[in-house]
């Protein structure tokens, strides 16, 4: 029981400051992740870092980094007491999305890539997540708004 209270009282004050939208994305990502085939393992949010969040007329953009540790607890096993492995996998993912304003705001579009924090970090990978990101922000701007029905109102003009 010790070993575990001090991460969950962590993970506890980190989820704190955290808003409900960057709450709503971690837990994307961490089942984004888990549904992964190559993962076996469950793992936990270890540190969110490079949080962002920006309102604008088309919704709010969220993006951060969230690093996970590896537990004991397998994917498909009973999940009673996992604690974080030392020195295991600690993948990092970057996450962005774009909410649109609604009372129950509903994503637009998102992006994430999860790897080695290293891996992350190379410069062509750096620069592709940069560009998704950049997209993921435009959604619901200009030319790719939704179309609603009755937008749009067409008549034609009866035979005289």
Known sequence: VSLWLPL???????????SP???RVVRDVLEYFHGRSNVHFL???RELDGVME???PSGTFVQLRLGLAQTTCRKRGP????????NRRKPTCL??????????????????????AHHLAAKEIWQRDEAECRAVEEAGKGGDALYLPGMFAFSRGLPA
């Open 43 to 45: 793992f936990r949010e």
């Open 79 to 86: 999940q009673r007491q996992c604690r974080v492995v030392e």
């Open 21 to 23: 939208l960057q709450r």
């Open 95 to 116: 996450a962005c999305y774009k909410f649109d304003t609604g009372d129950v705001p509903k994503v637009l579009d998102k992006y994430h890539n999860c790897g080695p």
């Open 8 to 18: 969950a009282l962590a993970v506890a004050a980190v989820a704190a400051g955290q």
């Open 54 to 56: 920006r309102e604008d």
